[in-house]
């Protein structure tokens, strides 16, 4: 018979394989595996380091890579956290990965123990790959067959016994994280400008000014600003711009205009990839530009009827590492 021939779901007391359940979670998932929520399962070193990390509570999924074991994936969940012991290093320093992994003796072609009790198990464990290269940064490039997620690496350092979070590097992915994202546009109705007094960052141009509602799971936040048609006149225009979000700026762009002192337009672009605090989700902050003309000599920096301002923001959900 070519098909498993009881499909989810069938009544009459028909016996549902697991594959075609793992086949449910592997299409619940998208075919993607990882964590489930931006915070789940943190490696975190102990409070007082040791030679152990603790993972943090949390769900993930993970996909099958049993042999022959296509569309199908596991739902793993740790109520509470998991302390995994690192041994420490000699003379020379190592590197080992920290997964989430599923041990599970009754899928075809696998060749993991049986559990003490099979009802129970456990199948699921957070398990240390130790000795791996530096550069790893998921259990497929050392162990390609393992059902498994990457959590995190751990650099240590040589002759170290303890365990502290610089040696911990962050290797989560999300099996399905959130965006959003929304264009805001500014059209000044008149001329407005800005010419040099005190070498210091002013909120101009003040039509670019908006209130933005922060989803409650967004982590990070990107945002592209582009002002077409700014005007530059009278001279040389040597400046800065830079966005600043629920009251952090961002990074600098400079404006370094050599075209002497006539009357001519340009576009600027602010390009900004930031964290979003866990203080500042669900709630609604304000983005806004800051300009800063850094020369006395320069000549001043406009916008006009003929001047556009857009503003992309998208709001991303991706591994958390801020403590909630």
Request: charged fraction near 20%; hydrophobic fraction near 40%; include cysteine.
């Amino acid at each position: 018979m070519p098909w498993d021939s009881v499909p989810w779901f069938t009544e009459g007391g028909a016996v549902h394989s697991s594959e075609v359940a793992r086949l449910l979670a592997y299409a619940a998932f998208g075919g993607a595996q990882g964590v489930v929520g931006s915070g789940d399962l943190r490696v975190r070193a102990l409070s007082s380091p040791a030679s152990a990390v603790d993972v943090m509570p949390g769900a993930c999924a993970i996909v099958n890579r049993a042999a022959g074991a296509a569309y199908q994936a596991y739902a793993g969940r740790l109520p509470t956290s998991d302390r995994v012991e690192v041994a420490g290093t000699g003379v020379s320093a190592r590197s080992d990965l920290i997964v989430a992994r599923v041990e599970n003796p009754f899928s075809y072609g696998e060749t993991w123990p049986n559990p003490a009790n099979p009802e129970v198990g456990p199948y699921i464990y957070t398990r240390a790959i130790p000795n791996v290269p530096k550069t790893t940064t998921n259990i497929r490039q050392v162990r390609p067959t393992d059902s498994a997620i990457t959590l995190a690496r751990i650099d240590i350092p040589a002759n170290t016994t303890t365990i502290t979070q610089g040696m911990i590097k962050d290797l989560r992915s999300m099996v399905s994280p959130r965006r959003e994202r929304v264009l805001y546009t500014a059209f000044p109705p008149s001329l407005t400008g800005l010419i040099y007094s005190d070498g210091k960052w002013h909120n101009w141009p003040g039509i670019a000014r908006w209130n933005i509602d922060v989803p409650a799971w967004a982590t990070r936040v990107k945002i592209v600003t582009t002002l077409a048609g700014i005007r530059f006149s009278f001279s040389d225009v040597f400046a800065s711009m830079q966005n600043v979000f629920g009251g952090t700026p961002g990074q600098d762009t400079i404006i370094d205009d050599d075209q002497g002192n006539n009357i001519r337009r340009s576009t600027v672009v602010i390009a900004d990839n930031m964290s979003v605090p866990a203080a500042k989700r669900g709630t609604t902050q304000a983005l806004y530009l800051q300009t800063r003309i850094a020369k006395s000599e320069s000549g001043d920096v406009s916008v006009d009827g003929s001047t556009s301002i857009v503003c992309d923001v998208e709001f991303v959900e991706a591994p958390d590492e801020e403590e909630l």
